[in-house]
């Protein structure tokens, strides 16, 4: 059993920054690909970023290409979500995401966070 616990997210001006964090539980976090997803108002959840066990592979929508970063430290056991540059669209609850032993772009999490708010004001 894996717990994600995401923070972070707030309320910022078009063009700012936020930096999301996902820390999570247990001994075996480098066996996890992680993810970020997120989910508006009245829409469908939707994949945002991905990183391989190692952290060496990223994968990205192409909606954030160039201005979130996805990077985590499995000596702590957390994942994080830099976004820069962002805008009103962005606008969301931000999940993260583990798959056990997880590879490649896309992939059905096992584990879910509780989820954060973001909102970028125009």
């Given at each position: ?64 290409k160039g201005r979130f ?54």
């Amino acid at each position: 059993q894996v717990q994600l616990v995401e923070s972070g997210g707030g309320l910022v001006q078009a063009g700012g920054s936020l930096r999301l964090s996902c820390a999570a539980s247990g001994r075996t976090f480098s066996t996890y690909a992680m993810g970020w997803f997120r989910q508006a108002p009245g829409k469908e959840r939707e994949f945002v970023a991905t990183i391989s066990r190692s952290g060496g592979t990223t994968y990205y929508a192409d909606f954030v290409k160039g201005r979130f970063t996805i990077a985590r430290d499995n000596a702590k056991n957390t994942v994080y979500l830099q976004m820069n540059s962002l805008k009103p669209e962005d606008t969301a609850v931000y999940y993260c995401a583990a798959k056990y032993l997880g590879a490649g772009r896309s992939w059905v999490p096992d584990y879910w966070g509780q989820g954060t708010q973001v909102t970028v004001s125009s």
